[in-house]
């Protein structure tokens, strides 16, 4: 069974700029979960999806959005960047999203931003 | 909201040394996770505690959740340079999403 895929593994833009992080959940797992790891700070929880719908939201502002498509693929997207905005980002799936299950992580996606 | 601390942050022992981290969370816990990343890596799951007061051992690695499912600890015996890694724990409680802790880094010595 493939893992989750995130992509892609790298970026670099500018302040002022928007990007968009992809993730593929494990066949079969429904939820993504989205993480901001910056040293220091640990892990941030950015926002949930489950079937297409965002059911929790971490405290980060509107800039940082999400969605996810019918195939259960997740799409975070990030506008105008700033400076503080460069962290691995990681992305996490689970079959439902229940609080007692484990999160498989992607590889994740390091974030630079010049 | 539900915050989880997490010491130390970072920690360096001998090989052979033990080691442990502590997680204290502000509102009681429906469950504990543990996860650990490898440097360069993600965070890959470990265990899951849910019973007031349960242990539970994995070869030289033990986890423990508290009476009042407040704070959990992980224990590692004997550490070997294969241990190195960030250690998270991650609770959550009711309907809350899983706040993770901040982590505590890991450097074993040879």
């Known amino acids: 069974k493939a893992g989750v895929t995130q992509t892609p593994r790298y970026l670099i833009k500018t302040r002022g700029q928007q990007v968009t992080l992809s993730c593929s959940p494990i066949?079969?797992?429904?939820?993504v979960s989205w993480y901001q790891q910056t040293p220091g700070q640990g892990l941030q929880f950015l926002f949930e999806?489950?079937?297409?719908?965002?059911?929790n939201k971490g405290n980060f502002p509107g800039r940082f959005s999400g969605r996810q498509f019918s195939n259960s693929r997740s799409e975070m997207n990030v506008s105008t960047l700033e400076l503080g905005d460069s962290a691995l980002y990681l992305c996490?799936?689970?079959?439902?999203?229940?609080?007692?299950?484990?999160?498989?992580f992607g590889s994740g996606t390091q974030l630079s931003v010049l | 909201g539900q915050q989880v601390m997490q010491i130390p942050q970072y920690q360096h022992v001998q090989e052979g040394e033990d080691f442990t981290t502590y997680c204290n969370s502000s509102?009681?816990?429906?469950?504990i996770q543990w996860y650990k990343q490898r440097p360069g890596g993600h965070p890959v799951f470990l265990i899951q505690?849910?019973?007031?007061?349960e242990v539970k051992k994995q070869k030289r690695l033990t986890f423990q959740f508290g009476e009042a499912k407040k704070n959990s600890s992980l224990h590692i015996t004997a550490t070997q340079t294969t241990d190195v890694g960030t250690y998270f724990c991650?609770?959550?409680?009711?309907?809350?999403?899983?706040?993770f802790g901040i982590g505590t880094k890991l450097q074993v010595i040879p």
């Open positions: 996490a799936s689970s079959l439902e999203g229940s609080l007692n299950e484990k999160l498989f």
């Open positions: 066949s079969g797992h429904r939820s």
């Open positions: 999806y489950f079937s297409e719908t965002q059911r």
């Open positions: 509102t009681t816990l429906s469950n």
């Open positions: 505690l849910v019973k007031s007061g």
């Open positions: 991650a609770g959550s409680g009711g309907y809350q999403k899983v706040t």
